[in-house]
């Protein structure tokens, strides 16, 4: 005879009953997230398998093939991590530095701060160059820099997210290669709409996100290093100290052994199979093309309307374009309006440019004629507005 254990009382929900979710329509036009193209988000919707499925082992083979292209890079330990950006931007430090690196950090934004801060908690001895929040870094300055402080590792931001600047690279790795130094490059912002030239330009590590390109939800962060920065991993003194960005443990998984390491987030490597799918379908070289043609289009039509960039046009990003707030106009409550009546999105700034610029994003899927005129038709018709 068996008996049924009593269940432990619970307390009861309170409040009303929680209905299903209702997503409001918006067109993301900031700094990211875009929008997500309709066939990624049907590629997610799928059902799930399992992480060590034959299926799902053949896909991640697939999603890494795809990302090698997207960079134009033929390194061996490139795959997607499961997180953020900022979860791949950590793993690149994680994994390359030991406490005492010296640590050169090209400072023209929000994001170099953030990877100086992140470097400093894994105990680098930091050093940073920094430029004016629309600027960029010369070659001369760089190489100064890299005479002075001997860095083991230098770290730029291609695509500067929070002023809108392209770091210009030719050259650069030639720079590092010369004084001994590995390259690392934050490339969030321009991976798969700015032309990106991982082997070319001799980056040994690059991270990026899945959200902003690549027009796939955000929860991935691509992550590749070359044999110099394996090599580098290969010789540390002790393990690398963050578990779960360990790229030596995460290579089994994602390498030919294909051993266990975590539960993967396949419905999001269905979509990032998909993205990539998508931008090669579409060929690379078509894909920057469209964004420089949009972008510029964007600041002409801009510029007509009497508004100021904050970037010189050679230094400009065509994935994020900063508009300077005219004098006597809340930015925020522009924004707000914007969002409000119109469902449609634009950023603000971030750090010293807070209060001072628009960032307008045009990324991936969103990156069209139709999104460039619509933004415009809503700078000339309700600005106006705004003003005193």
């Not at 875009?34 to 059902?47: G, K, M, R, T």
């Not at 960079?71 to 061996?76: G, I, P």
């Not at 530095?97 to 994001?111: C, K, M, Q, R, T």
Request: glycine share 10%; charged share 20%; net charge neutral.
């Amino acid at each position: 005879m068996t008996t049924t254990q009593a269940l432990p009382p619970v307390q009861q929900f309170q409040g009303e009953p929680v209905p299903p979710i209702s997503v409001p329509e918006r067109l993301l036009l900031g700094p990211g997230p875009s929008n997500s193209h309709p066939s990624v988000l049907q590629a997610i919707s799928l059902q799930p398998v399992g992480h060590l499925d034959p299926f799902y082992v053949d896909l991640m083979g697939e999603v890494q093939s795809l990302l090698r292209y997207v960079w134009q890079t033929s390194n061996r330990l490139t795959l997607p991590m499961s997180g953020t950006g900022s979860a791949a931007m950590e793993a690149t430090i994680a994994n390359i530095v030991e406490p005492g690196d010296s640590f050169l950090v090209g400072v023209n934004g929000y994001f170099g701060n953030r990877l100086v801060d992140m470097a400093s908690r894994y105990k680098a001895d930091v050093h940073t160059i920094k430029a004016s929040w629309g600027e960029a870094f010369t070659l001369q300055e760089i190489e100064s820099a890299l005479i002075k402080h001997k860095p083991k590792i230098l770290a730029l931001v291609h695509a500067e997210t929070s002023t809108g600047v392209c770091q210009p690279m030719d050259e650069i790795g030639s720079l590092c290669r010369k004084h001994d130094c590995l390259l690392l490059l934050d490339t969030v912002t321009s991976l798969g709409g700015v032309p990106l030239l991982i082997d070319e330009w001799k980056v040994d590590l690059a991270y990026s996100c899945s959200q902003k390109g690549l027009s796939c939800p955000p929860g991935l962060g691509p992550f590749t290093m070359n044999k110099r920065a394996e090599d580098k991993l290969n010789k540390r003194i002790g393990k690398v100290p963050n578990w779960y960005l360990d790229v030596s443990l995460l290579n089994q998984y994602w390498g030919s052994d294909r051993i266990y390491h975590h539960t993967a987030p396949v419905n999001m490597n269905f979509g990032m199979r998909e993205a990539l799918r998508l931008i090669a379908e579409e060929g690379l070289s078509n894909s920057w093309q469209r964004h420089r043609n949009n972008a510029e289009l964007l600041w002409k039509g801009l510029e007509n309307l009497g508004l100021e960039l904050h970037v010189k046009s050679e230094l400009r990003l065509p994935t994020l374009t900063t508009v300077k707030i005219p004098e006597g106009i809340d930015g925020k409550a522009f924004s707000l309006h914007l969002l409000n009546n119109y469902g449609v999105e634009i950023g603000g700034g971030l750090g010293d440019l807070a209060g001072k610029v628009w960032r307008i994003g045009l990324m991936g899927y969103n990156s069209n004629k139709e999104n460039v005129n619509k933004v415009l038709d809503l700078f000339d018709s309700e600005l106006k507005k705004f003003k005193n």
